[in-house]
Structures are given as structure tokens and as C-alpha cells.
């Protein structure tokens, strides 16, 4: 089981996440499921894979026209209007997934007050291993770089320049903070980052944990861009990012990861209540080791 306070009603683990995810999707659940056999199948496979039913794709072979607008820094601000350049072959609309128990988005409460980090005096930056705003403590782990690249699957797969993304997970312990009582004073690994005129927006941050009954994961919103990044009901999309298993065996072989190796040897994507209908085009791509740190990349197409 992983180290999880007894006492902290907050840290609810696999169970708060499926009371979400049954509250949010589940009829997206109960469409995949029907189109499980038969002619649904056969539909399912002419749509595209990654879990959404609703999902689309697009498909080019020429270079993408457009420029783009709005900076990629950690300062910057974007308009959310500009399209950049660069080839693409193919790119599908990723499925939208429950934010879970812990968005730390103005959604919800912790500690018994409203529990919105993208209020947080600093929250716009790229490494977010480190706590912010008056808090201190940082975030220990294998480091990883996760590179999202932002493409808009209704105009040729073109790069979406001064968005916003907004990326949280939990710490290698399996806790989330802000929510769970060992790190509730925290706020580490969360952060925004406006994307670049290639669409990407980096992240420096830790290799996630893996608590019981779900696959490693993160999670994160997409938004016009970093002035709308405030609130969830500004957000346009949210979803979460898969790890590749013998990556995170790796991983969890190292020090300080005991408890993750443990419960991954307890699930798998198939009996993950998230990513068992479909991970396809949420499954990050790694590159490097567990001394040095890893790179993990994704494209994260959304009709724009």
C-alpha cells in the first residue's frame, strides 16, 4: 500500500478518482464499452485510438502555414490566437479525463479553504520541483523534462502558439500536494507554462509516483493562454499523460521509489480505471536513463 496518512481524508487514492470519473465520464466509459464488439469495434477502429469516442484526427504531409504569436517563457503571456510552423504526419484530438480528486484548479476545497494554485504568486514556470509563494521544500526524484507540444487537429495539425497548459501529479511518495497531510503546506510539482511559437511548453520536474490502483500519471488543463489560467472554468480541455512500464520499472528500482514499485506490481493500463479503454495518444515517449534524468515527450492535439 502506499505511505498514505491514515488520517487524511483528502488523499483518497484510486477511490476518489473512480467516484470522479463515474460522476464525469461516465457515459464516455459506457459508449466505449458498447462499441467494444461488433460493428462498435469496427467504428472504434476508423476513429482513431486513445479512449475518446469523440476524439478526431487529422492528417498532412505538407509543412503547416502560419506564424505564431505570444512568447514561451515562464514570464511570458499569450493570445492563444497564433498558429506556428512545422511537419506533422498525423495528429488526433486527446481524450478528455477526469481532473481526479486533487486539480488544486479553484474547483475544490483542501484544508478547508478553496485549494487553486494557479492563484499562486508565481505559478507560471518551468520547474516546478520546488514549492512557491512562501512555501518552501522541493520535490526529490529522478528528474524529467516533459516536453507537450499543443497542435490544433481542425487546421493541419498546426502548432498553437501562446496557449497554456497547466501540469500537476503527485511526488514520488504518491502524495499530492497541497491535499495530502505530509505535503499539505506544499505546492510543488504544479506549474503553467505558455507555449512557444513550436506549440511546446517544458516542464522540469520529477519522475511521478505510483500509488495503489492507478498507472504513473499526470494530469493537466489546456487554456487560451496564461491570463485565463486562473480558474478551471476557464479551462478548454484536461487529460493525463501515461508512462511507458519498463520505464517506470526502472525508475522504481532506484532509491526513494520502493513503495511505486510495489503497487505497479499490483495494476496495469487494463485494470487502470483511466487509461483501460485506450492510452494510444497519451502515452508519453522517453528518452535517457534513471542517473542522468529522462526527456518524456507528447503531442496534445485539441480542435482549436
Request: with cysteine; hydrophobic share 30%; aromatic share 8%.
Amino acid at each position: 500500500m502506499p505511505r498514505h496518512d491514515p488520517q487524511d481524508a483528502h488523499h483518497l487514492g484510486l477511490a476518489a478518482d473512480l467516484d470522479t470519473l463515474l460522476r464525469q465520464s461516465a457515459d464516455r466509459r459506457r459508449l466505449l464499452r458498447w462499441l467494444g464488439g461488433g460493428a462498435g469495434a469496427a467504428a472504434l477502429m476508423l476513429g482513431g485510438c486513445g479512449g475518446g469516442g469523440d476524439d478526431g484526427s487529422t492528417t498532412t504531409t505538407g509543412a503547416d502555414t502560419g506564424t505564431g504569436t505570444g512568447t514561451g517563457t515562464s514570464t511570458g503571456t499569450g493570445t492563444g490566437t497564433g498558429t506556428g510552423t512545422g511537419t506533422t504526419t498525423t495528429c488526433s484530438v486527446i481524450p478528455e479525463e477526469t481532473a481526479g480528486p486533487y486539480p488544486g484548479d479553484g474547483s475544490n476545497a483542501s484544508n478547508g479553504g478553496i485549494a487553486n494554485a494557479l492563484m499562486l504568486s508565481g505559478i507560471v514556470r518551468s520547474d516546478i520541483r520546488s514549492s512557491i509563494a512562501g512555501a518552501s521544500g522541493t520535490a526529490a526524484g529522478v528528474p524529467l523534462t516533459m516536453r507537450l507540444q499543443l497542435v490544433n487537429t481542425g487546421a493541419s495539425c498546426a502548432s498553437l502558439a501562446g496557449y497554456a497548459i497547466y501540469l500537476w501529479h503527485c511526488d514520488r511518495d504518491g502524495y499530492y500536494s497541497m491535499y495530502s497531510a505530509a505535503v499539505a503546506s506544499q505546492n510543488y510539482l504544479r506549474g503553467v507554462q505558455a507555449t512557444g511559437s513550436d506549440g511546446i511548453a517544458v516542464f522540469q520536474t520529477i519522475f511521478p509516483g505510483c500509488y495503489d490502483g492507478r498507472m504513473p500519471h499526470m494530469h493537466f488543463e489546456v487554456y487560451r493562454s496564461t491570463t485565463t489560467a486562473t480558474n478551471f472554468s476557464n479551462k478548454l480541455k484536461t487529460s493525463q499523460i501515461a508512462f511507458p512500464t519498463d520505464v517506470c520499472t526502472t525508475v522504481y528500482n532506484t532509491s526513494g521509489y520502493a513503495s511505486s514499485l510495489r503497487n505497479l506490481g499490483r495494476t496495469s493500463f487494463a485494470s487502470d480505471n483511466i487509461f483501460s479503454d485506450g492510452y494510444a495518444t497519451q502515452l508519453a515517449t522517453l528518452s535517457g536513463n534513471a542517473t542522468d534524468g529522462y526527456v518524456g515527450t507528447l503531442q496534445v492535439g485539441i480542435a482549436g
